[in-house]
Nanobody, 124 residues
Framework: QVQLVESGGGVVQAGGSLKLSCAAS????????MAWFRRAPGKEREFMSA????????AYANSVKGRFTISRDIAKKTLYLQMNSLKPEDTAVYYC?????????????????WGQGTQVTVSS
């Protein structure tokens, strides 16, 4: 069973950048598909993107395409989300998730393990 801990959130001005990290422990990191989701105030949890077991990247949400980049470091057992050109509407709690499925669907039910989340606030 894998445990996930996110870090790197904070307060940033619009147009700025942040890099989120998700450290995994207790499992075989490369055997999981790893994803980032976010939940904005008053909204459902939204899929951002995922890296599957062979290193391939699943499609980004339209709202972040071209601005966010997902990556992983297998040796460090860490998933990253580089966020550039941040907008106030990117304000949310960002969650890391892991799935034992191959190319899991971009929905919360497809992921077995979740971190506690890290808050990102973008000021205008």
């Amino acid at each position: 069973q894998v445990q996930l801990v996110e870090s790197g959130g904070g307060v940033v001005q619009a147009g700025g950048s942040l890099k989120l990290s998700c450290a995994a422990s207790g499992g075989s990191f490369s055997s999981y598909a790893m994803a980032w989701f976010r939940r904005a105030p008053g909204k459902e949890r939204e899929f951002m993107s995922a890296v599957v077991q062979n290193g391939g990247t699943l499609a980004y949400a339209n709202s972040v395409k071209g601005r966010f980049t997902i990556s992983r470091d297998i040796a460090k057992k860490t998933l990253y989300l580089q966020m550039n050109s941040l907008k106030p509407e990117d304000t949310a709690v960002y969650y890391c998730a892991a799935s034992t499925s191959w190319e899991p669907a971009p929905i919360t039910d497809a992921y077995n393990y979740w971190g506690q989340g890290t808050q990102v606030t973008v000021s205008s």
